[in-house]
């Protein structure tokens, strides 16, 4: 074998001798033959991908375990923001809005969220105050945030302030909404 060229990521080889495959096992041939397929579908009969394997199915335990650990990553990604900047429809990564730093937060953990409160603001499921978890979306009259426990959030307040944690104020607009378990 011989080098042949070298293009951006790629080397190409090339032989001196054409090389044949290997021919394909008699049965599978047969039964491409049967059907009628040419010569080329013979072969890739004969090349079967493997059987995919099967994932487990997860149990309730386990399931409430997975979600318990995105919801910590949510918070933890939140609280790690605090003391940045705000800055009207900033998404980081040293300036945030509201609705940015809780899309950021979110997206840790694979989940999309528009760059609007509003529109956040009606995702997932809207749960009472007192089954309000850690990690689900505090909305209010405009504004989001992400629960971090005990009637708190962090947030990026509005313009000249930073993000912080602090306590939800109870308005008439206030709901959580769950987006993880």
Request: glycine share 8%; with cysteine; charged share 20%.
């Amino acid at each position: 074998m011989r080098l042949a060229a070298v293009t951006g990521a790629f080397t190409v080889l090339l032989a001196s001798a054409p090389v044949e495959a290997a021919p394909a096992p008699p049965q599978t041939v047969r039964k491409a033959a049967a059907a009628g397929k040419p010569v080329a579908a013979r072969k890739a009969v004969s090349a079967r991908k493997p059987a995919a394997r099967k994932v487990p199915a997860l149990t309730p335990l386990e399931l409430s375990r997975r979600h318990a650990r995105a919801r910590v990553r949510v918070v933890s990604y939140a609280r790690a923001q605090r003391g940045d900047l705000y800055a009207h429809g900033a998404s980081g990564p040293s300036r945030w809005d509201c609705s940015g730093l809780t899309s950021g937060a979110y997206r840790t953990v694979g989940i999309r969220l528009p760059h609007s409160s509003a529109a956040q603001a009606r995702r997932g499921i809207r749960v009472t105050p007192r089954y309000a978890r850690v990690g689900d979306l505090v909305a209010m009259n405009g504004h989001v945030g992400v629960l971090v426990g005990r009637w708190r959030m962090v947030d990026a307040p509005g313009p000249g302030r930073r993000v912080v944690e602090r306590a939800v104020f109870r308005t008439s607009t206030l709901q959580f909404r769950r987006l993880i378990g």
